[in-house]
T-cell receptor
Framework: GAGVSQSPRYKVAKRGQDVALRCDPI?????LFWYQQALGQGPEFLTY????????KSGLPSDRFFAERPEGSVSTLKIQRTQQEDSAVYLC??????????????FGEGSRLTVL | KQEVTQIPAALSVPEGENLVLNCSFT??????LQWFRQDPGKGLTSLLL?????REQTSGRLNASLDKSSGRSTLYIAASQPGDSATYLC??????????FGQGTTLQVKP
């Protein structure tokens, strides 16, 4: 596609529910990143994929967070048993570069999660 | 641990002014630095990417400079317009592949 596409754009969940957020990267982009952005803050790194391999998941805040990219294109970020502190915008980014740190990142519009 | 700081946190200027946004980082071992724009409720739009070997990049009314040795970058906006109102984020990229972001500068350009 022309850009990074994320869905849903908005999600309201009751505390304890599971949610799944989807990211469609730019076609052909090897690298895919997930970031979490709290209100008024800069984005913070969650996890990184190179094709289908999850090379870095050091930013995932707890074992309730899980990400996958099974075929090396679309990625899903899953949050189990959501808590109020999970409320944030979840941003996906992709890059054509396979070398970590060298490429320009292109971001989607984000999925805004509100946990009640 | 890399830390990125942006000053000021907020800035309000009259239309037509030239302005400078500042970004500093603690670890000079970076691959590149990227400036983004974020409108309320929107994602990030890439403005300029400066590789570590470069000193500056220009796009239209925007000019970004990089002084890696001192850990600083500036984003210069010429002849500001109300449409420039947004939050501007800088982020550094090291060999870990993670972008480390500052907290942003929220700019308001008044007509």
């Amino acid at each position: 596609g022309a850009g990074v596409s994320q869905s849903p754009r908005y999600k309201v969940a009751k505390r304890g529910q599971d949610v799944a957020l989807r990211c469609d990267p730019i076609s052909g982009h090897v690298s895919l990143f997930w970031y979490q952005q709290a209100l008024g803050q800069g984005p913070e790194f969650l996890t990184y994929f190179q094709n289908e391999a999850q090379l870095d998941k050091s930013g995932l805040p707890s074992d309730r967070f899980f990400a996958e990219r099974p075929e090396g294109s679309v990625s899903t970020l899953k949050i189990q048993r959501t808590q109020q502190e999970d409320s944030a915008v979840y941003l996906c980014a992709s890059s054509s570069s396979a070398r970590p740190g060298t490429g320009e990142l292109f971001f989607g519009e984000g999925s805004r999660l509100t946990v009640l | 641990k890399q830390e990125v700081t942006q000053i000021p946190a907020a800035l309000s200027v009259p239309e037509g002014e030239n302005l400078v946004l500042n970004c500093s980082f603690t670890d000079s071992a970076i691959y590149n630095l990227q400036w983004f724009r974020q409108d309320p409720g929107k994602g990030l739009t890439s403005l300029l990417l400066i590789q570590s070997s470069q000193r500056e990049q220009t796009s239209g009314r925007l000019n970004a400079s990089l002084d890696k040795s001192s850990g600083r970058s500036t984003l210069y906006i010429a002849a500001s317009q109300p449409g420039d109102s947004a939050t501007y984020l800088c982020a550094v990229n090291s060999n870990t592949g993670k972008l480390i972001f500052g907290q942003g500068t929220t700019l308001q350009v008044k007509p």
